[in-house]
């Protein structure tokens, strides 16, 4: 995820509107989650949308030739932060149905464990890894931050600290598999 803010040009204002972009290369279905830990985080330091924040989205719907022009886009809106979600390449091919890996394990039987729940949304059995949504949530710290006149380049740069352990029991299921009880119970999320 990148935050990016343009130079400091004038004080923090009170009572001020703030209009944050948001760039994503996914469709805004599969980022909806991340929006919406986003929105929290903002929530909980005190903003409130469409009194003290405003936010302008735009999705290339996986398209990364898109790219460049939703985001010079968002820059012409003169917003006072962007938030690009993830190198956007990477994602791209990523996102590129991480569906299909999910169909292929499935298929030649193989119980795989992947490092994001996306992937056990699109079929596939399990994920241990970063939570995303948190790391929205986290970033709203950031944006905060730098709304109160911290420069970007200033601030130190985080580890995830929550990571979580989703199961899906479906998969499981069509693949012979039986999940111990302790592991369900561990697990952030069960998908039935």
């Given at each position: 995820?990148?935050?990016?803010?343009?130079?400091?040009?004038?004080?923090?204002?009170?009572?001020?509107?703030?209009?944050?972009?948001?760039?994503?290369?996914?469709?805004?279905?599969?980022?909806?989650?991340?929006?919406?830990?986003?929105?929290?985080?903002?929530?909980?330091?005190?903003?409130?949308?469409?009194?003290?924040?405003?936010?302008?989205?735009?999705?290339?719907?996986?398209?990364?030739?898109?790219?460049?022009?939703?985001?010079?886009?968002?820059?012409?809106?003169?917003?006072?932060?962007?938030?690009?979600?993830?190198?956007?390449?990477?994602?791209?091919?990523?996102?590129?149905?991480?569906?299909?890996?999910?169909?292929?394990?499935?298929?030649?039987?193989?119980?795989?464990?992947?490092?994001?729940?996306?992937?056990?949304?699109?079929?596939?059995?399990?994920?241990?890894?970063?939570?995303?949504?948190?790391?929205?949530?986290?970033?709203?710290t950031y944006i905060d931050k730098i709304l109160k006149g911290a420069k970007p380049a200033d601030l130190p740069i985080e580890q995830p600290t929550k990571f979580e352990l989703?199961?899906?029991?479906?998969?499981?299921?069509?693949?012979?598999?039986?999940?111990?009880?302790?592991?369900?119970?561990?697990?952030?999320?069960?998908?039935?």
């Amino acid at each position: 995820m990148l935050l990016a803010a343009p130079p400091a040009t004038e004080g923090q204002q009170t009572g001020k509107v703030w209009r944050i972009g948001y760039l994503s290369i996914s469709p805004r279905e599969s980022v909806a989650h991340l929006l919406k830990a986003l929105q929290e985080g903002l929530r909980e330091l005190g903003y409130s949308e469409g009194r003290s924040v405003v936010f302008e989205h735009r999705f290339a719907d996986g398209t990364l030739a898109r790219l460049p022009e939703l985001a010079a886009d968002l820059v012409s809106l003169r917003m006072n932060i962007i938030v690009a979600h993830g190198a956007t390449s990477t994602r791209a091919v990523k996102d590129a149905n991480r569906t299909l890996i999910a169909n292929l394990a499935a298929r030649h039987r193989l119980p795989a464990i992947f490092p994001e729940r996306e992937f056990v949304d699109a079929g596939g059995l399990m994920s241990y890894g970063a939570s995303l949504s948190d790391q929205f949530h986290r970033a709203a710290t950031y944006i905060d931050k730098i709304l109160k006149g911290a420069k970007p380049a200033d601030l130190p740069i985080e580890q995830p600290t929550k990571f979580e352990l989703v199961i899906n029991v479906k998969t499981a299921k069509a693949l012979g598999l039986t999940i111990s009880p302790s592991l369900l119970g561990r697990a952030d999320e069960v998908i039935q």
